[in-house]
């Protein structure tokens, strides 16, 4: 959910003052390969072929998925993500996956407390095994890294960029933020040595 949705019409000039802020090479490049996607959502044919191509790339990271028709009470119940949701939350989910390790692969909702679709909220929250402060930034990490698989999918990253809400603060921290968050996924070596490249 957007915190300060932001005019359609002041969009663009709201993203050159970002990109503008950008000092490092590597984020601008980042961000204009997002910047480069739709800022809606896809629907109908599209929205199930973003899907498809999203339980692909979680395949090939080593993600078990729920067969349809299971219905699953976590995003991730520690075993297999719950495929039938949007796209850009199996994306996120796999970048989880991807930046968690061993260990917290095996809880629901990789020990974060719960997931956007999570309807067992409370078992979730039990689960969680990190400190809010990591959660954070590791929910940022994921953020990032799914917007950019979304990114070299074609599929529309600005719109999670923005629903994500990683313009917030964009006078202050939005920036120097986003240049952190990949910095730290490139010395992971998941931003272009990830699963999810085509």
């Known amino acids: 959910m957007i915190l300060t949705p932001i005019p359609r019409e002041q969009l663009a000039a709201t993203l050159d003052r970002f990109a503008g802020q950008l000092d490092d090479p ?5 961000f204009a390969s997002i910047r480069a996607t ?28 729920h067969p349809p028709g299971v219905r699953a009470r976590f995003n991730w119940d520690g075993a297999a993500l719950d495929g039938a949701t949007e796209a850009y939350v199996i994306l996120h989910e796999t970048a989880h996956f991807v ?12 020990g974060l407390g719960p997931g956007p679709d999570t309807t067992a909220r409370a078992a979730a929250e039990r689960a969680a095994v ?39 603060g964009l006078d202050r921290s939005a920036a120097p933020h986003f240049t952190a968050v990949l910095r730290r996924l490139r010395r992971l070596g998941v931003v272009e040595a990830g699963c999810a490249t085509r």
């Open 99 to 110: 930046l968690a390790p061993p260990e917290r692969r095996r809880l629901v909702d990789f």
């Open 38 to 65: 739709a800022a809606q959502r896809a629907e109908g044919e599209a929205a199930e072929s973003h899907r498809q191509e999203a339980l692909v790339q979680a395949l090939r990271c080593g993600m078990r998925v």
């Open 26 to 30: 590597a984020a601008r490049a980042a």
């Open 130 to 168: 990190l400190p809010v402060a990591a959660r954070d930034a590791e929910e940022a990490a994921a953020s990032l890294l799914g917007i950019l698989w979304e990114a070299r999918l074609g599929q529309p990253a600005l719109a999670s960029f923005l629903d994500q809400n990683w313009l917030e």
